[in-house]
């Protein structure tokens, strides 16, 4: 199993533009889950999905979109990149809908510059 | 505001003496805690957890203390080791949102020789 793979691993983007960051998981996981890591803050909930076409809204879901057709896949879409977007995005997944109980595994991050 | 808090950014200790990173938290509704620890350039991974009708829960040489009066625990890492150098992230969640857990900011953790 290659476990949570996330996509790309760095990125650049200048205000306004737009792009999506990619997650797929092979272990077959129900939740999965989007965070960004900044510095003092810790890791923040931005969405998360219980199931293929459920999606939620966490903490500080402004500014992103997510979508979960597939089980496997789970991909966060910057619609107009903003500098406070800088930030690392990890994504995460676990076996059940409730990551109390099951695991979360963690995806390796991306880490997004915005200009 | 932060429901969850490490108030300490680092923290130093001998290799071989016990670690202590300490967590707070603010709602009183939190009924389950986690620790995650995280390498440099790495995704977290799960720790330990504990669930709030408990006041200690041990696995190896990890132990998370819960003092819900104080709204308080505590990670004790016996003996500590160089790999424990990492960041450590105390997680709350609520039992009536399951699926959202809250991190605090982390505490970055060296073990010196």
């Known amino acids: 199993n290659a476990g949570v793979t996330q996509t790309p691993k760095f990125q650049v983007l200048k205000t306004g533009q737009s792009m999506t960051l990619q997650c797929a998981q092979d272990?077959?996981?129900?939740?999965m889950s989007w965070y960004r890591q900044d510095p003092g803050m810790g890791l923040r909930l931005i969405h998360y999905s219980v199931g293929a076409g459920i999606t939620d809204q966490g903490e500080v879901p402004n500014g992103y979109n997510v979508s979960r057709s597939t089980t496997e896949d789970f991909p966060l879409r910057l619609l107009s990149a903003a500098p406070s977007q800088t930030s690392v995005y990890f994504c995460?997944?676990?076996?059940?809908?409730?990551?109390?109980?099951?695991?979360?595994?963690f995806g390796p991050g991306t880490r997004l510059t915005v200009l | 505001d932060q429901q969850v808090k490490q108030n300490s950014p680092s923290l130093s200790v001998q290799e071989g003496r016990i670690s202590i990173l300490n967590c707070d938290y603010t709602?009183?509704?939190?009924?389950?805690f986690l620790w995650y620890k995280k390498y440099p350039a790495e995704g977290p991974t799960f720790l330990i957890s504990i669930s709030s009708i408990k006041d200690k829960n041990e696995d190896g040489r990890f132990t998370v203390f819960l003092n819900k009066s104080a709204k308080h625990l505590s990670l004790h890492i016996v003996p500590s080791q160089p790999g424990d150098s990492a960041v450590y992230f105390c997680a709350a969640s609520l039992y009536s949102s399951a699926s959202k857990i809250i991190f605090g900011s982390g505490t970055r953790l060296s073990i010196r020789p």
């Open positions: 995460a997944s676990s076996y059940g809908q409730n990551p109390r109980r099951d695991t979360q595994y």
């Open positions: 709602n009183s509704m939190f009924d389950y």
């Open positions: 272990m077959n996981h129900e939740y």
